[in-house]
């Protein structure tokens, strides 16, 4: 059994920056891939970034450059540091866990989310 639980959510100027942490349970979490998903209001659930076991990344085009995923094996913790927030990143943001692709379909274990707002 895996437990997320996404932090680090909350009100941020456009411009500015958060970092988000999902700390993970369970004896998988250095094998496994993770991955950043965000969900605006009447949206769909949408790929952000997602990192391997061995720490290689990949992002979304939308993020690319701003957002950075990272992990910490020995905390069984990843990070999505953001940087220079839009409103449009606004969303309620979800870790996973899962393939590494961009698929949601490919993650087994999710956590609650943690609210990101972004004002103008």
């Known amino acids: 059994q895996v437990q997320l639980a996404e932090s680090g959510g909350g009100l941020v100027q456009a411009g500015g920056s958060l970092r988000l942490s999902c700390a993970a349970s369970g004896r998988t979490f250095s094998s496994s891939a993770m991955g950043w998903f965000r969900q605006a209001p009447g949206k769909e659930r949408e790929f952000v970034a997602a990192?391997?076991?061995?720490?290689?990344?990949t992002y979304a085009d939308s993020v690319k450059g701003r957002f950075t995923i990272s992990r910490d094996n020995a905390k069984k913790t990843v990070y999505l540091q953001m940087n220079s927030l839009k409103p449009e990143d606004t969303a309620v943001y979800y870790c996973?866990?899962?393939?590494?692709?961009?698929?949601?379909?490919?993650?087994?274990?999710w956590g609650q989310g943690t609210q990101v707002t972004v004002s103008s």
């Open positions: 996973a866990r899962g393939s590494g692709s961009r698929a949601l379909r490919e993650y087994d274990y």
């Open positions: 990192i391997g076991w061995s720490g290689g990344s």
